[in-house]
């Protein structure tokens, strides 16, 4: 503001209608050297983030104001690069005579929790073996509503997992998978029903018809399971656990979701709506002639 040596900065503000207390803040400069190392950072804890979600990162744990662009620039210049590796092994048997149920989601507007989990199962290596995990997720609010890591690709794996994923309070309207026998299989399919759950499945050999399932497992994968060395099962039980339980949960943002956590962002959602509902309901007072 040059006429602030002619003109009382009072009256200026109130004139241009401009806050007072930013026009005596000066905002400091973020030191790169800084930036670097903030950046990093967040990608040593999160090999697979790209520019914009470490851009996210950083200013949820700094509190500083980045431009993402900037962030890309100074990622160039470390030579920071989002990992990405994935790898395929077949986990479904779709070859089986258990009834087959259509596809409930195709093209489905998906506007609040449990209105669809999705669920898939990957392999996992271990020194000696392989083992299997299953895993449940909501889709409107990413939270992983049940797992279960099992050394066998049988009935009991997805059975356990959708079993202690409706002991959370938490039953979804539709559940969406592929056709593999482990989701056809008799047991599996009466829980769902017995639970009042319509079952949806994709068409054999279109596994993108369950992208969010395949995402999901793909960041399990370059997130957890490639860069950790499992000594055996337990390990890899209690490691995993950790992982969706904890960081995938609480810790790591979504894009998706506005930069949020799965937690944050089922929070604020309900609260939102409670709020909403408590309007809704509040008594009208009439207005006075």
């Not at 998906?110 to 020194?127: H, K, S």
């Not at 202690?164 to 299989?185: F, K, M, N, W």
Request: net charge neutral; hydrophobic share 35%; proline share 4%.
């Amino acid at each position: 503001m040059k006429l602030a040596p002619t003109y009382p900065v009072n009256l200026i503000c109130q004139v241009l209608d401009y806050p007072r207390s930013s026009y005596y803040y000066q905002p400091k400069e973020l030191d790169e050297e800084e930036l670097k190392a903030a950046i990093r950072d967040v990608a040593g804890a999160w090999p697979t983030y790209g520019y914009r979600r470490i851009t996210a990162q950083v200013r949820r744990e700094k509190h500083w104001t980045v431009n993402s662009k900037r962030v890309r620039r100074l990622m160039r210049e470390l030579d920071v690069h989002a990992r990405v590796k994935r790898q395929k092994r077949r986990t479904t048997n779709s070859d089986h005579g258990f009834p087959r149920y259509p596809n409930l989601v195709q093209g489905l507007e998906v506007v609040r929790p449990d209105q669809v989990w999705v669920a898939d199962i990957t392999y996992i290596r271990l020194l000696t073996e392989f083992v299997y995990l299953a895993v449940l997720m909501d889709v409107f609010t990413r939270s992983i509503r049940g797992w279960h890591l099992g050394r066998n690709l049988d009935q009991g794996l997805t059975l356990t997992a959708l079993n202690r994923a409706l002991t959370t309070g938490h039953t979804p309207e539709i559940h969406h998978s592929d056709q593999g026998v482990q989701y056809a299989a008799t047991a599996y399919v009466e829980t769902l029903q017995d639970h009042g759950v319509a079952i949806s499945m994709t068409d054999v050999g279109a596994a993108w018809q369950n992208g969010f399932a395949e995402r999901l497992v793909r960041t399990i994968k370059e997130e957890e399971v490639e860069l950790s060395e499992y000594r055996d099962y337990q390990d890899a039980y209690h490691q995993l656990g950790r992982f969706l339980d904890d960081v995938y949960t609480h810790k790591r943002i979504h894009s998706s979701l506005g930069y949020l956590t799965p937690a944050e962002f089922e929070s604020q959602w309900r609260a939102q709506q409670a709020a909403i509902a408590a309007l809704d309901t509040a008594p009208v007072t009439p207005s006075l002639p």
